[in-house]
C-alpha cells in the first residue's frame, strides 16, 4: 500500500510542477466557502477572483502562497523516481499517530461509505439523521460543480464576508497527459476577518489610503489539497473542526473502547475522556492499529504481571474481579501507557523510560 501512496505523492508533485512551469499567477482562480443555517446544505460558494483575469498584485500573491502553501505537500522536493524520501503519504486513518505524515483517502469515502457510518456507530437507514455524516461529502460536491466543473453565479459580497469558513484555490495547467487541476483548501479562522480594521496601506502614489473595514487575512498553507479523485489532508484540525471529522473518530473509539470491557472497571470515565479528549480518542485508535499484546492477556495475568513492575504497580488500581479501575482522569491515561506498552526497562541500566515507537529489535535484518 505505501507503494500507492508513492505514486500518489509522484503525481501530485508533478501536477504542482506542472503548474508552477505554466505560470501560477495567470493559472489561479479562487474562490470562498461560506456556511449557511442548512444541515442538508450547509455551504454556500462565491467566486473571489476568477481565472485568467487578474492584477499583477493578485498574480504576486497567488505565486506566493502557491510555493508556500504547496511545500508541505512535498513540492520542490521530489524531482524523478530515484528522489521519493522526504515527507510521507499514508492512510488518513494513519495521520492519528504520525501527524507529521500527509494523510490521503478517496473523495468516495467520505460520501456515505459503509466505513463513515461504521467510524459513526450509525445504521445506513438513519444516516439522514445525522448531517454531519456527509458534511465532507457535500462540500466535494460542491466543490466538483461550482471550482471544477463550473463556477460560482456571485461574486464574494462585503456583507457576506463573516460567514466565510474558507478560500478554495483552483491551479489548473496542461500537460501531456491532459489538463492537471489541483483544488487547494484553506480554512479562515475568525480572528482573521478584520472589521473595521485602523491598518494603512501606502499606495504607489506614496500617500496613505485607509485598510478595507472588512478583509480577510490568507495564511501560508493549505490545510488539503483534492487532486484525481483523491483529497491529501495536512492536518487533521480542520477536518475535525470544520467538516465534523472529530465525531467520526469518537465513535471510532468509543466502539474499540467496548472490546475493553473484560479489562476495565468503570468504562464510563473512559467514554467521558473520549468525548472531551481528542488525543484520548487518537490513542486508542492507535492502540487498535498497533494490535497491543495487553489488549489479548486475561484480567488476572494483566494484574498479576503489572503489581510487579514498579512504574505501573503504584499507578494502576485494580477492582476484585482483576479489571482496572478508572476513576479519575489521570487514570485513563496511565491505562493508555499500559495498554501502549509504552514503559520499557533498560537490560543494560535497569533504568526505565517512557517509548512510543517500539521498533522490535528481534525483527531487524541480521548484520552480515
Known amino acids: 500500500m505505501q507503494g500507492d501512496f508513492r505514486l500518489v505523492k509522484k503525481q501530485l508533485v508533478g501536477a504542482m510542477d506542472a503548474v508552477a512551469q505554466a505560470g501560477v499567477g ?3 482562480a479562487v474562490y470562498a466557502l461560506l456556511d449557511t443555517e442548512d444541515p442538508s446544505w450547509p455551504f454556500e460558494f462565491r467566486w473571489v477572483q476568477k481565472g485568467g483575469a487578474v492584477t499583477r498584485e493578485n498574480s504576486l500573491i497567488n505565486e506566493r502562497l502557491f510555493e508556500s502553501g504547496c511545500i508541505d505537500f512535498g ?3 521530489v524531482r524523478d ?5 522526504g515527507v510521507l503519504y ?12 500527509i494523510g490521503v483517502a478517496g473523495l468516495d469515502f467520505f460520501d456515505g461509505s459503509e466505513k463513515v457510518r461504521m467510524a459513526r456507530g450509525i445504521e445506513a437507514e438513519d444516516e439522514e439523521d445525522e448531517p454531519d455524516s456527509l458534511r465532507f461529502a457535500l462540500f466535494a460536491k460542491g466543490v466538483q460543480g461550482n471550482v471544477v466543473d463550473g463556477e460560482p453565479a456571485q461574486e464574494l459580497d462585503y456583507e457576506d464576508v463573516p460567514r466565510v469558513l474558507g478560500l478554495i484555490f483552483k491551479f489548473t495547467a496542461a500537460t501531456e497527459e491532459g489538463p492537471a487541476t489541483l483544488v487547494a483548501f484553506q480554512r479562515i479562522q475568525r480572528m482573521w476577518i478584520q472589521k473595521k480594521s485602523s491598518y494603512l496601506l501606502f499606495n504607489r502614489e506614496g500617500g496613505m489610503e485607509a485598510f478595507s473595514d472588512r478583509s480577510l487575512k490568507l495564511g501560508n498553507s493549505f490545510d488539503f489539497i483534492i487532486f484525481d479523485g483523491l483529497v491529501c489532508f495536512r492536518s487533521l484540525k480542520t477536518l475535525e473542526g470544520l467538516f465534523g471529522f472529530r465525531r467520526l473518530m469518537q465513535e471510532h473509539a468509543r466502539e474499540y473502547a467496548e472490546a ?3 479489562l476495565v472497571a468503570g468504562s464510563e470515565k473512559l467514554e467521558e475522556r473520549i468525548s472531551q479528549s481528542p488525543t484520548v480518542a487518537a490513542k486508542l485508535i492507535k492502540i487498535q492499529r498497533q494490535e497491543s499484546p495487553v ?4 484480567p488476572q495475568e494483566l494484574e498479576y504481571r503489572v503489581k510487579r513492575i514498579a ?5 494502576i488500581n485494580f477492582a476484585e474481579d482483576s479489571r482496572v479501575m478508572l476513576v479519575t482522569n489521570g487514570n485513563v491515561n496511565d491505562f493508555l501507557r499500559l495498554l501502549g506498552d509504552d514503559v520499557l526497562v533498560s537490560p543494560l541500566t535497569d533504568a526505565r523510560y517512557l517509548s512510543r515507537s517500539k521498533r ?3 525483527h531487524e535484518e541480521p548484520s552480515e
Open 26 to 28: 495567470e493559472h489561479t
Open 75 to 77: 513540492f520542490r522536493e
Open 81 to 85: 523516481e530515484d528522489n521519493l524520501e
Open 90 to 101: 499514508k492512510g488518513i486513518e494513519e495521520m492519528l499517530a504520525d501527524p507529521d505524515c
Open 260 to 262: 475493553l470491557d473484560h
Open 295 to 298: 489488549v489479548d492477556m486475561a
Open 311 to 315: 512504574a505501573y504497580s503504584s499507578k
Open 360 to 362: 522490535r529489535l528481534d
